[in-house]
């Protein structure tokens, strides 16, 4: 991009800028090629023969404007910790995992922890995963914490679990090394104290930048006592928009609407469990795993009536609530108990709310019927079914095939009328804007596919609807109408792109046009972001910084 000289405006006005030469995907002025920019607002659309004057003009040079992504469910700690520390989800063996441990322990005190994420044994040939003992071996006896993919469970060396010595005692405990449930959380609060506030920081900025550099301008942080903390939640609101995207935080904590506030959080919700993950085997299922013990369905973690009494207290205190759920069991246990808080408040107050939840991947007819009811938001991941879904996947792995292509409904909840906003919850899946909106796209069931008009909408338009209506605790109201779009008075938050595959429709193209290379391995090259915007300010540029 170029930047011309200024031209000369009124000199009492706002100062403004003219982004011109472009193409925009706005489908109300689907032949404008250029937008004004003034106050962090649109101020115009149209074509540049008819574009007004400004201070500041910016060349577009024939690259391709969109609104700006929204992330609706990120840890951003997690994800810079990921982004700059040991990596393993290329791993495909526990020798290989061994190897990557004993590298980035070799390079650390010895008195620090080993710490890494992404591993998925669901893919190895050999699903055999190293004990405590290896892992001792390959760290030199470093305390060592890996988070499997889903972060629901994780491998720990036998010093690290000697250094949580109640976590014996905690439901999810094995001696092997590999601990799920109540045990997971002792050892990840073990593991994530030792990093500092200096490494926090900058792992919060490493994650909010990769983020601005993929076009995504906002993110919901998920927080919650389990998750997080107190002081890491705080830390990461606190960078909102500050050069950087903003952070709308959901505190997941039961019956906590109070503290949500007092945090600054926009909601009550987030990663409230109701049930654990699949890569885990802890999601509620309504039947068993295909490939666990016998009988073994997962773990349900809140009542009906615990999901009754949190939404009552977010009633009570005008807070916007929401859980995790995954599993179908788990589903059913939350819609039993919106149920009983319509009982209370009605129906009406309860769809007023605008509650959320998040993950819903093993939906059936009636429990789309339930979102549908009680206006539930659901926050969804497409990159799950591209990573695991299939007749080959971990999801055919723990449910079987049947099971596994009827996860993750995406058509279906977007045809009855499911407002989707979707993310990443990264670390469990990178930031990848586009690469979400094509796993949509490119579904493994067909019949849950989406367009690609519907997908970028999920992930942009549909990031603000899932926000309260009216929250203004940061100075920013949320989830007005007018966010997410190019039109006169909108936000000025977009992106700017170099679209490799060409644009149809006013979107990029991101799936091949012969069906048989879509999905995982389509060789589409995805957008390439060139500017992000933020309410007028530049977020992300390429080549700078």
Known sequence: MTNPSALVTDSSAEPSTLYRGGRLYCPAEPRATALLVRGGRIAWVGADADAPRADRVVELDGALVTPAFVDAHVHTTDTGLALSGLDLSGVRSAGELLAAVAASAATLPADAVVLGHGWDESGWADRRVPDAAELDRAAGGRRVYLSQASIHSALCSSALLAAAPQVVRAPGYDPSGWVRREAHHLVREVALGSVTAAQRRAAQEVALRRAASLGIAAVHECGGPEISGEEDFVA??????????????????????????????????????????????????????????????????????????????????????????????????????????????????????????????????????????????????????????????????????????????????????????????????????????????????????????????????????????????????????????????????????????????????????????????????????????????????????
């Not at 990443?424 to 690469?435: E, H, K, M, Q």
């Not at 979400?436 to 796209?441: G, L, T």
Request: charged share 20%; net charge negative.
């Open 236 to 545: 990461v609101l606190s960078r909102s928009g500050d050069g950087l995207p903003e952070v709308y935080g959901y505190w997941g904590e039961l019956r906590g609407a109070t503290r949500a506030r007092e945090l600054g959080a926009v909601g009550a919700g987030g990663d409230l469990f109701a049930d654990g993950a699949l890569g885990a085997r802890t999601a509620h299922l309504s039947e068993p795993y295909a490939d666990g013990e016998p009988g073994a369905c997962g773990h349900g973690y809140l009542s009906a009536e615990e999901v009754r009494d949190h939404l009552l207290d977010c009633a009570e205190q005008g807070v916007q609530g929401g859980f995790h759920a995954i599993g179908d069991a788990a589903l059913g246990t939350v819609l039993a108990g919106f149920a009983a808080a319509a009982e209370r408040l009605g129906v009406d107050r309860v769809r007023a709310a605008r509650h959320r939840v998040e993950h819903a991947e093993l939906m059936d007819k009636r429990l789309i019927a339930g979102f549908v009811e009680f206006g539930i938001v659901a926050s969804m991941q497409p990159a799950f079914d591209r990573l695991w879904g299939g007749d080959r996947g971990m999801y055919a792995a723990r449910l079987g095939v049947e099971r596994s292509l009827a996860s993750n409904p995406l058509g279906a909840m977007h045809a009855t009328g499911v407002t989707l906003a979707f993310g990443s919850d990264s670390p469990v899946t990178p930031l990848d804007p586009w690469g979400s909106v094509r796993a949509a796209v490119a579904h493994f069931n067909p019949a849950q596919r989406l367009t690609v008009r519907a997908a970028f909408a999920a992930h942009t338009r549909g990031g603000w609807r899932a926000l309260p209506e009216g929250w203004d605790g940061s100075g920013v109201v949320a989830g007005r109408p007018a966010e997410g779009v190019l039109a006169p008075g909108a936000a000025a938050t977009f992106a700017v792109w170099s679209t490799p595959a060409g644009v149809d429709g006013g979107l990029p193209v991101l799936v091949s046009a012969d069906p048989e290379p879509r999905g995982p391995g389509d060789p589409t090259p995805l957008p390439v972001c060139r500017r992000t915007v933020l309410r007028g300010s530049v977020i992300f540029e390429e080549g700078v910084g």
